[in-house]
Nanobody
Framework: VQLQASGGGLVQAGGSLRLSCTAS????????MGWFRQAPGKGRVFVAA??????WYADAVKGRFTISRDNAKTTVFLQMNNLKLEDTAVYYC???????????????????WGQGTQVTVSS
């Protein structure tokens, strides 16, 4: 599967952005989808994941970010509200076929990745 992410940009603190990630292929529903982010000088960390209709979030974004998927459009979204300076990072979408729940939180378990989209939050 190939993934194409979009929607990043520059936003002021407190603002919102919605990231999109569109997948190729006809087996989209078989994939758990995740969002990870990588801040400058840091490793890639889990942000959110959706598997079937269940969702999971990192504590840092819980209550501010919402992950969702539209299977008909083979697209996963990340709605980001009340953005903070520390949300600045490159955001990556990833797909994991038949992932079990415990595998969703580590990037090493995702074999398919999008190209990343920059999110910059300014004061």
């Amino acid at each position: 599967v190939q993934l194409q992410a979009s929607g990043g940009g520059l936003v002021q603190a407190g603002g919102s952005l919605r990231l999109s990630c569109t997948a190729s292929g006809r087996t989209f529903t078989m994939y758990a989808m995740g969002w990870f982010r990588q801040a400058p000088g840091k490793g890639r960390v889990f942000v959110a994941a959706v598997r079937r209709t269940n969702t999971w979030y990192a504590d840092a974004v819980k209550g501010r970010f919402t992950i969702s998927r539209d299977n008909a459009k083979t697209t996963v979204f990340l709605q980001m509200n009340n953005l903070k300076l520390e949300d600045t990072a490159v955001y990556y979408c990833a797909a994991c076929p038949n992932c079990i729940v415990s595998s969703l939180f580590s990037d090493v378990n995702y074999p398919h990745w999008g190209q990343g989209t920059q999110v910059t939050v300014s004061s």
